[in-house]
């Protein structure tokens, strides 16, 4: 096996003597490339964002912004990364260093007071100028669409990124100054060739190793062979386990490049969503084809977190305030469970069984998430947080319904926040199917819908709160519906 290596900014590096848990970020830092900042070392603040080459949605290869703290630098072996320092070009050829064009805005519209979160903003700028389709969803100049610029620059690109002395204005002025690459752009160059292989790793130092295994199959073996084993997909959550818990272990297993874990297939009666897609890939494949998963993505997270989290990481977590569980269990999806004598499906609604647990068996992993179809016309995802973006649930809640001639035939609501697992609101369901889509069955289904869950008091919510947000969430479903319904 080839030792294990990563490219920055165009020049290949082995990872060795970094220990496995070592972060991309301490990676970076550890080699002079300082540009790269520590603010939290848990996703929060995008100091750290660097740019890494992945499979493209529209193209072979994409420029993704991904928060370097996250990432083991193990799982990036055979990968590609740009810092903000590999962005400006000529200094290291001799000649006069010429800024990047997102640098250049940066600097002319003073977006960087201290400096801190400059290269972090520098790196979620540059991926979200290389993207694409980026100029196909401008706004139409009227400033009808605040959250995209007449360059087609989307805000969220830089949801995970805080600043703390310069305010966003003329942040979001560099970005909306940003223009289009030019033909002699290496990195615009880039995207037109295939993306890095995911390279088999099996990267060991001291008593712990980091294993990238390159089948389905393998996976399953070395979960059987190795009880003790922690799986990862993006990071997202094992990244904040390592930094802010310490977590050390003596084997983690990679399985967000498998690829029976990464098709993502549209069936004539049901959605196949692999496992290790990301949510930031499952948005633009899906592009609006299930609304309600439309509306959830971008209040999940930020879209730094987002380019890297999976559904399988998600489901795979068990926390009773993840975003998916609810907008899932609307939906009625079904997981694929996967070990190596073979594979079962199991309803989301039965999946959970308690606190962080699931009927998931040792050995086993997600494969993927089945979504039947047709799809619920009338669906919607109020998540409560403090808040708008990048913040976690205090109470989520998904509607899935079909109305027909004014009546409900069919509800499904899901619900996280309010008690040890994500769970169905089963009463209120009945509350309101074979009903009149009306006011007063809306008040009936409200107060029943109030008493589901049994949700607790923390720093986040109290218990009263918590209640009296699911029954607000029905309202303004009907508030939102009652005018499509009746015309
Ligand atoms: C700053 C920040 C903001 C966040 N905001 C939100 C939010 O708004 N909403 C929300 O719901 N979550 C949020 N999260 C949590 C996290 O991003 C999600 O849970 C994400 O979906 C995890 O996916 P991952 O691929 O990164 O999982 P990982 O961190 O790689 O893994 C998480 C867990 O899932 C298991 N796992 C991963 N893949 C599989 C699989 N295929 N089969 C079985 N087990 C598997 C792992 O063993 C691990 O226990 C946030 C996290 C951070 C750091
Ligand atoms: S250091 Fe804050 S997101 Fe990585
Ligand atoms: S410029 Fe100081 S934190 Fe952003």
């Known amino acids: 096996m080839v030792a294990a290596r990563i490219t920055v900014n165009g020049k290949e590096t082995p990872i060795s003597p970094a220990a496995p848990h070592t972060t ?24 750290c964002s ?16 991904v928060n370097a ?15 903000s320092e590999g962005l400006a070009t000529g200094g290291s ?39 694409p389709d980026r100029c196909a969803h401008a706004d139409p100049g009227d400033g009808t669409d605040p959250e995209h610029g007449p360059n087609g620059f989307d805000l969220h690109a830089l949801s995970g990124n805080l600043c703390r002395c310069t305010g966003y204005r003329p942040i979001r002025d560099a ?26 790793t099996e990267y060991t130092r001291e008593d712990s190793t980091f294993l990238r295994p390159g089948t389905l199959a393998e996976a399953l073996r070395l979960l059987r062979e190795r009880p003790g084993a922690v799986v ?25 490049r498998l690829p029976e874990l990464r098709a993502l297939r549209v069936e004539s009666d049901h959605i196949e969503i692999g496992a290790a897609q990301t949510l930031t890939e499952i948005e633009r494949r899906l592009d609006g084809r299930v609304p309600l998963l439309a509306e959830l993505f971008p209040q999940f997270a930020s879209r730094l977190i987002r380019n890297s989290a999976t559904l399988g990481g998600n489901l795979g977590t068990g926390s009773p305030i993840g975003d998916s569980p609810p907008v899932l269990l609307a939906l009625e999806a079904s997981v694929v469970l996967a070990d190596a004598d073979g594979e079962r499906e199991v309803p989301l609604s039965d999946y959970f069984t308690g606190y962080r647990q699931s009927v998931r068996r040792p050995g086993e992993l997600i494969r993927s998430v089945r979504i039947p179809l047709p799809l619920s016309p009338v669906t919607a995802f109020h998540k409560i947080a403090k808040r708008r973006f990048d913040d976690i649930s205090s109470v989520a809640v998904a509607f899935a319904l079909d109305i027909e001639d004014g009546t409900v035939r069919r509800a ?7 008690a040890a697992t994500p769970v169905r609101a089963l009463a209120a369901e009945a509350a309101l199917e074979g009903r009149p889509w009306t006011a007063e069955t809306v008040a009936a289904a409200t107060r029943v819908l109030q008493s589901q869950g049994t949700p607790m008091d923390d720093h986040r919510a109290s218990a009263r709160y918590r209640s009296a947000m699911l029954g607000q969430s029905l309202l303004k479903l009907y508030a939102q519906t009652t005018e499509a319904v009746s015309a």
């Open 50 to 65: 660097v740019m890494v080459a992945r499979p493209g949605v529209n193209r072979p290869t994409d420029w993704v912004a």
């Open 412 to 418: 499904r609501i899901g619900l996280g926040g309010v």
């Open 175 to 200: 970005a909306f100054a940003v223009g289009t690459p030019t033909e002699d752009d290496a990195l615009a160059q880039r995207r037109e060739q295939s993306p890095p292989e995911p390279v088999a």
């Open 93 to 131: 050829s001799g000649g006069p260093t010429a800024l990047h064009p997102v640098q250049e805005e940066m600097a002319v519209r003073g977006g960087s007071q201290c400096g801190y979160c400059t290269p972090g903003f520098i790196c979620s700028m540059a991926a979200e100028y290389y993207r």
């Open 24 to 47: 991309v970020l301490d990676f970076l830092r550890e080699r002079g490339l300082t540009g790269t900042k520590e603010g939290c070392a848990e996703g929060e603040c995008g100091a």
């Open 232 to 256: 990862v997909a993006g990071s997202t959550d094992w990244g904040v386990e390592v930094n802010i818990r310490a977590r050390r272990e003596k084997c983690v297993v990679a399985v967000d």
């Open 69 to 83: 703290c996250l990432v083991p630098v193990a799982a990036l072996d055979g990968q590609e990364v740009i810092t």
